[in-house]
T-cell receptor, first 106, second 122 residues
């Protein structure tokens, strides 16, 4: 079965840029979504179709996808960005999620 | 904006059937642009897609759970339901319902319910 691999944790200083990666076989040939989940809350869609932001998601959150890796980039990271982030893609009519990355803003 | 609310028993005994319902408000479940989804998250772990259904009853299931899942939709009540049979402790999780916007392919899970914790225990 298809797998998406994420680094378990990433730390960043306030104001710096955080990069969260998601790896999978030929992932660049698929579309990737990203979800943000804060403790005790439901996931929130922050990126879909690799690079698109839903209404209300700030421009400092962006996505890219090429080769075997998709990347979620958060510029000017703020304390409110501290959360778990999950990537998601489709493989043979099956939605697959990555294991999640915990972003800590130090 | 679509809003979703899960309802269910909270506690289910091993080997029994888990039944959950998701009520949709702020939109019609009969919209052809949407599939209606279930996703779960074991405590402290990641997300797992269970399956989804559209308003005419077309379903897609996670292959790893397919043999134990039944999804259904009731357009008159604007809700959809999940049945998961032969549950074990491994099925203990927060269960989310979510809308899947299929108007532009590929779609995406755009709105989520608040989730309901289901514990499997005797």
């Amino acid at each position: 079965s298809y797998e998406l691999t994420q680094t378990p944790s990433v730390s960043v200083s306030p104001g710096q840029t955080a990069s969260i990666t998601c790896s999978g076989d030929k992932l660049g040939n698929k579309y990737v979504c990203w979800f943000q989940q804060k403790p005790g809350q439901s996931p929130v869609l922050v990126i879909y179709q690799d690079i698109k932001r839903p209404s209300g998601i700030p421009e400092r959150i962006s996505g890219s996808n090429s080769g075997n890796t998709a990347t979620l980039t958060i510029s000017g990271t703020q304390g409110m960005d501290e959360a778990d982030y999950y990537c998601q893609a489709w493989d043979n009519n099956n939605a697959v999620f990555g294991g999640g990355t915990k972003l800590t803003v130090l | 904006q679509v809003r979703l609310q899960e309802s269910g028993p909270g506690l289910v005994k091993p080997s029994e059937t888990l039944s959950l319902t998701c009520t949709v408000s702020g939109g019609s479940i009969s919209s052809g642009d949407y599939y209606w989804s279930w996703i779960r998250q074991p405590p402290g772990k990641g997300l797992e897609w269970i399956g989804y259904i559209n308003y005419i009853g077309t379903t897609y299931y996670n292959p790893s759970l397919k043999s134990r899942i039944t999804l259904s939709v009731d357009t008159s009540k604007n809700h959809f339901s999940l049945q998961l049979n032969s549950v074990t402790a491994a099925d203990t999780a927060v269960y989310y319902c979510a809308s899947y916007d299929n108007s532009v392919l590929p779609g995406h899970f755009d709105f989520w319910g608040q989730g309901t914790l289901i514990t499997v225990s005797s």
